[in-house]
């Protein structure tokens, strides 16, 4: 009886770990902003520090930008900006608990990255 007990705890365990479904992947905000890739890079790590993120990844050569917020449930945020015809296209992503942000949440980050570059 004991094993029976057992074995119907575990099989309901498994079966409920299997039906939860992967977070869905996230949606990135776009938008262009004035500057080079290296100077939008620069501006994006000095707001994100000022906010208080860490930036554990920075490469210019690739155009992108990684840093984490260490308060709970933990942030990471994600930028990647590379050559437009007036400027530089932004696309950013970001992850709270390990789960994406929606992107109307990024767009007032954007929007101070875009006044900043302007002056």
Same mark, same amino acid.
């Given at each position: 009886?004991?094993?029976?007990?057992?074995?119907g705890?575990?099989?309901?365990?498994?079966?409920?770990?299997?039906?939860?479904?992967?977070?869905?992947?996230?949606?990135?905000?776009? %938008?262009?902003?004035?500057?080079?890739?290296?100077?939008v890079?620069?501006e994006?790590?000095?707001l994100?520090?000022e906010?208080g993120?860490?930036v554990r990844?920075a490469?210019?050569?690739? %155009?992108r930008?990684?840093?984490?917020l260490?308060?709970?449930?933990?942030?990471?945020?994600?930028l990647?900006?590379?050559?437009?015809e007036? %400027?530089?296209?932004?696309?950013?992503?970001?992850?709270?608990? %390990?789960?994406?942000?929606p992107?109307w949440?990024?767009?007032?980050?954007?929007?101070?990255?875009?006044?900043?570059?302007?002056?």
């Open positions: 009886m004991r094993r029976r007990l057992l074995g705890a575990l099989m309901l365990l498994l079966t409920g770990c299997a039906s939860m479904a992967p977070p869905a992947p996230a949606e990135p905000v776009t %938008g262009n902003v004035p500057g080079s890739v290296v100077d890079l620069d994006a790590m000095i994100l520090m906010r993120y860490v990844h490469d210019a050569d690739l %155009g930008v990684e840093a984490v260490g308060r709970w449930p933990g942030y990471r945020l994600r990647e900006a590379s050559p437009a007036r %400027g530089s296209r932004v696309e950013m992503t970001a992850l709270r608990g %390990g789960r994406p942000l992107p949440l990024l767009e007032p980050w954007l929007a101070t990255l875009r006044t900043r570059l302007e002056n």
